[in-house]
């Protein structure tokens, strides 16, 4: 079975720019998140989609979007990028949404701003 | 507000010597606990988790993790260590509110020498 995939896996923007990060959950999951990890940190929770509904958001700036397609994969969008968003960016799905067990995580995609 | 720390940045074990990995949390209400391995430029890996039952709860890759409730710790622990085991090391508890977030530690780098 295939595993949590994300695209792309290294990217490479100017600041300014706009960004757009893709997820596909595993097969039969229906609640997908996105996480941020700096360089010597832990992830940090950015959204949650659950049957296409937000259903949670980190702390971070509206420069950050997301949203869950029908077939419940899930696109992160970053505006107006800083050198600070450079960062690993994780997908995670689950089984179940609120109230579900443990997340799964992708690859992650590589952030650098420049 | 639920948290997790792991007060070791680092923790150096010889190969085929026992390793103990540190977490303690803070919660309210009962704790839904996880540990997630990161191997350089990769994801997570779920390890394993603690929602109920037996204190002592056993993982992949031989590992396993103790649940102390009046210590409120959730040490990762493996009776021998493998050079292959060395990577990073996340602590994790889930969040009470309306999603399933979870809330990471800083992490520690496990280094086992052979």
């Known amino acids: 079975d295939a595993g949590v995939t994300q695209s792309p896996t290294h990217l490479i923007k100017t600041r300014g720019q706009q960004v757009t990060l893709r997820c596909s959950p595993i097969?039969?999951?229906?609640?997908v998140s996105w996480y941020q990890q700096v360089l010597g940190q832990g992830p940090q929770f950015i959204f949650q989609?659950?049957?296409?509904?937000?259903?949670g958001r980190g702390n971070f700036p509206d420069r950050f979007s997301a949203r869950q397609f029908p077939n419940y994969s899930s696109e992160l969008n970053v505006n107006a990028l800083l050198l600070g968003d450079s960062a690993l960016y994780l997908c995670?799905?689950?089984?179940?949404?609120?109230?579900?067990?443990?997340?799964?995580f992708g690859q992650g995609t590589r952030l650098t701003v420049v | 507000a639920q948290s997790v720390a792991q007060p070791e940045d680092q923790v150096n074990v010889a190969e085929g010597n026992p390793l103990t990995v540190k977490c303690t949390y803070s919660?309210?209400?009962?704790?839904?606990l996880f540990w997630y391995v990161q191997y350089p430029n990769r994801g997570l890996q779920f390890l394993l988790k603690?929602?109920?039952?037996?204190?002592l709860v056993k993982g992949s890759y031989g590992f396993e993790a103790e649940f102390n409730k009046s210590q409120t710790s959730f040490h990762l622990k493996k009776p021998s260590a493998l050079v292959s085991d060395s990577a990073l090391y996340f602590c994790?508890?889930?969040?009470?509110?309306?999603?399933?977030?979870?809330?990471f530690g800083t992490g520690t780098l496990l280094a086992v020498q052979p």
């Open positions: 097969s039969g999951h229906k609640s």
């Open positions: 603690y929602i109920t039952g037996d204190n």
């Open positions: 994790a508890v889930r969040d009470g509110g309306a999603t399933n977030k979870l809330i």
């Open positions: 919660v309210s209400g009962n704790p839904y």
């Open positions: 995670a799905s689950s089984l179940v949404g609120p109230g579900g067990t443990e997340a799964f």
């Open positions: 989609y659950y049957e296409k509904e937000e259903r």
